[in-house]
């Protein structure tokens, strides 16, 4: 499903842990790390779509997550000739995402990267916030430091962070650009599959809701 312009609806997924810390995936068989997305499908809103990949990504369901922000607009990036099929060029021009900020409910051993037949992941690992850039296909980087700046204000605030920024790290709320991701540590850890525990059933909670407009 493209629009007039040639770019395909998608959603992005920032996942936080009690930490603030934030999911990041390794693309199975390639060396390259991302956060979860996927695209919206025909009749689906952008949160029902980002509710079917994190469960199709990463083994979550609804109740596992609480939604704290999304972007208000759409955020686009376009995808060089050579990474799109050949009988779709001319028409495919990329991905306009919507991204989600989501803060984790549940526990590591709820991630699942085997929940479907396609698994997208073969390793995972928790991050801080401004993931390095460079380890990001090149063709996402600017999209990636639009949504994290955007969503950068609403993490949520707690002892962990607060104990930190009082050491003298950078806070969120000066929303850092590309300057101070360059100098950011861009080393990636050894790259370890995870088997995760089986899936646990949680109590239903009253979510909040993302804001709309836009």
């Given at each position: 499903?493209?629009?007039?312009?040639?770019?395909?609806?998608?959603?992005?997924?920032?996942?936080?842990?009690?930490?603030?810390?934030?999911?990041?995936?390794?693309?199975?068989?390639?060396?390259?790390?991302?956060?979860?997305?996927?695209?919206?499908?025909r009749g689906e809103t952008p949160e029902q779509a980002m509710v079917r990949e994190l469960h199709e990504e990463v083994g979550l369901l609804r109740e596992h997550i609480r939604i704290v922000?999304?972007?208000?607009?759409?955020?686009?990036?376009?995808?060089?000739?050579?990474?799109?099929?050949?009988?779709?060029?001319?028409?495919?021009?990329?991905?306009?995402?919507?991204?989600?900020?989501?803060?984790?409910?549940?526990?590591?051993?709820?991630?699942?990267?085997?929940?479907?037949?396609?698994?997208?992941?073969?390793?995972?690992?928790?991050?801080?916030?401004?993931?390095?850039?460079?380890?990001?296909?090149?063709?996402?980087?600017?999209?990636?430091?639009?949504?994290?700046?955007?969503?950068?204000?609403?993490?949520?605030?707690?002892?962990?962070?607060?104990?930190?920024?009082?050491?003298?790290?950078?806070?969120?709320?000066?929303?850092?650009?590309?300057?101070?991701?360059?100098?950011?540590?861009?080393?990636?850890?050894?790259?370890?599959?995870?088997?995760?525990?089986?899936?646990?059933?949680?109590?239903?909670?009253?979510?909040?809701?993302?804001?709309?407009?836009?």
């Amino acid at each position: 499903m493209l629009d007039r312009e040639g770019f395909r609806p998608n959603v992005g997924i920032v996942l936080l842990n009690q930490k603030n810390q934030v999911f990041w995936g390794k693309r199975i068989r390639t060396h390259s790390w991302q956060f979860p997305q996927g695209g919206i499908d025909r009749g689906e809103t952008p949160e029902q779509a980002m509710v079917r990949e994190l469960h199709e990504e990463v083994g979550l369901l609804r109740e596992h997550i609480r939604i704290v922000a999304r972007t208000r607009d759409w955020l686009r990036y376009e995808v060089p000739d050579r990474y799109i099929r050949r009988d779709a060029r001319g028409h495919y021009k990329g991905q306009k995402q919507i991204w989600f900020l989501l803060q984790l409910l549940g526990h590591d051993w709820d991630l699942n990267l085997r929940a479907t037949d396609h698994p997208e992941f073969d390793a995972w690992r928790w991050n801080d916030y401004w993931v390095p850039l460079d380890a990001v296909v090149e063709f996402k980087r600017g999209v990636y430091e639009i949504a994290l700046t955007e969503l950068a204000r609403y993490v949520p605030r707690n002892e962990y962070r607060n104990r930190f920024l009082r050491q003298g790290m950078r806070s969120l709320e000066q929303e850092p650009g590309l300057e101070a991701l360059a100098g950011a540590n861009s080393e990636l850890p050894p790259e370890t599959a995870f088997e995760t525990r089986p899936q646990t059933e949680y109590e239903a909670r009253q979510l909040e809701n993302p804001d709309k407009n836009g």
